[in-house]
Nanobody, 126 residues
């Protein structure tokens, strides 16, 4: 069992930055692919970024490529999402995810994710 707790959301101006963190419980964190997804009202949850268990493989949605960076610290059982050059369309609830699949497979589907965090609100507005 893995429990995920996100933090770091809030309000940012367009062009600004935020760093999200996701702290995990349990001893098996290091074996899981981790990811970030986001959701706005009335829309389906969408993939943002994923990272393999060893941090060597990452995938990004085209909409965030070059602006967001996912990373992980297995010793701290934490995954991060550094968000730069934020845009109003990045406004959403951001969810941390953990799954035993590959980073590539996580990028392809939201339907089989094992564990979700409770979400943290990110608002980008002037």
């Amino acid at each position: 069992q893995v429990q995920l707790v996100e933090s770091g959301g809030g309000l940012a101006h367009p062009g600004g930055s935020l760093r999200l963190s996701c702290a995990a419980s349990g001893d098996t964190f290091r074996f899981y692919t981790m990811g970030w997804f986001r959701q706005t009202p009335g829309k389906e949850r969408e993939f943002v970024a994923s990272i393999s268990w060893n941090g060597r493989i990452t995938y990004y949605a085209d909409s965030v490529k070059g602006r967001f960076t996912i990373s992980r610290d297995n010793a701290k059982k934490t995954v991060y999402l550094q968000m730069n050059s934020l845009k109003p369309e990045d406004t959403a609830v951001y969810y941390c995810a953990a799954d035993g699949t590959t980073a590539q497979a996580m990028a392809a589907s939201t339907s089989d994710i094992e564990y979700w965090g409770q979400g943290t609100q990110v608002t980008v507005s002037s």
